[in-house]
């Protein structure tokens, strides 16, 4: 089964916002509510920040909003800031029973 | 403090076998599912195997079945990863997460590294 499609590299430049993609399937992102996000820093374990499609965890920064659209899933960060460069997963439950991640989209501040 | 601590990773020979433990703190071990998801040198996040909490219900990735097992001690917060049949695909760094539902992975691991070659 494949993985989540999303874009190798987004950047932009302090206080601009930035939206990334996660591009799935009518029996993955499309078929559930289940998709979430997680943000990584190099060295460092993945830390949640958006659950069941635009959830926001308990102290994570309200800069980050999500939602989906048919079968692709959007991550905005509005605001950026330079702690904000790291990588950005995302992850749906499929109807195979199984959970795919997507490859990661790299964000850099310009 | 609500804690999950990975141990076991090590340099194995193809072939080869490890157990990998997570130890958990801080909040009730037995309400949660648990997984194990792994990340290989400079690549993505993959999903390796879950446990629910009464250890009934196993998840694999295709490719570790059969070679991986998952379980958990819950009179002992612990949660384990038997990995047999061991080869270079398998080399990365495993971390214990938990699942706070539907999937979503909100508490992980410092995470443990795992090489396997000759």
């Known amino acids: 089964q494949s993985a989540l499609t999303q874009p190798a590299s987004v950047s932009g430049s302090p206080g601009q916002s930035i939206t990334m993609s996660c591009s799935g399937t009518?029996?993955?992102?499309?078929?559930?509510?289940?998709v979430h996000w997680y943000q990584q820093y190099p060295g460092k374990a993945p830390k949640l920040i958006i659950f069941d499609v635009s959830k926001r965890p308990s102290g994570v920064s309200i800069r980050f909003s999500a939602s989906k659209s048919d079968n692709t899933a959007f991550l905005t960060i509005s605001g950026l800031q330079a702690e904000d460069e790291a990588d950005y997963y995302c992850s749906s439950y499929t109807s195979r029973s199984t959970w795919l991640f997507g490859g990661g989209t790299r964000v850099t501040v310009l | 403090e609500v804690q999950l601590v990975e141990s076991g990773g090590d340099l194995v020979q193809p072939g080869g076998s490890l157990r990998l433990s997570c130890a958990a703190s801080?909040?009730?071990?037995?309400?949660?599912?648990m997984c194990w998801v792994r990340q290989a040198p400079g690549k993505g996040l993959e999903r390796v195997s879950n446990i629910n909490p009464d250890g009934s219900v196993l998840y694999y990735l295709e490719s570790v079945k059969g070679r991986f097992t998952i379980s958990r001690d819950n009179a002992k917060n612990s949660l384990f990863l038997q990995m047999n049949s061991l080869s270079a695909e398998d080399t990365a760094v495993y971390y214990c997460?938990?699942?706070?539902?539907?999937?979503?992975?909100?508490?992980w691991g410092q995470g443990t590294t795992v090489i396997v070659s000759s």
């Open positions: 997460a938990r699942d706070q539902g539907g999937g979503a992975m909100d508490v």
């Open positions: 801080g909040f009730t071990f037995t309400s949660y599912w």
């Open positions: 009518s029996s993955d992102i499309g078929a559930y509510k289940y």
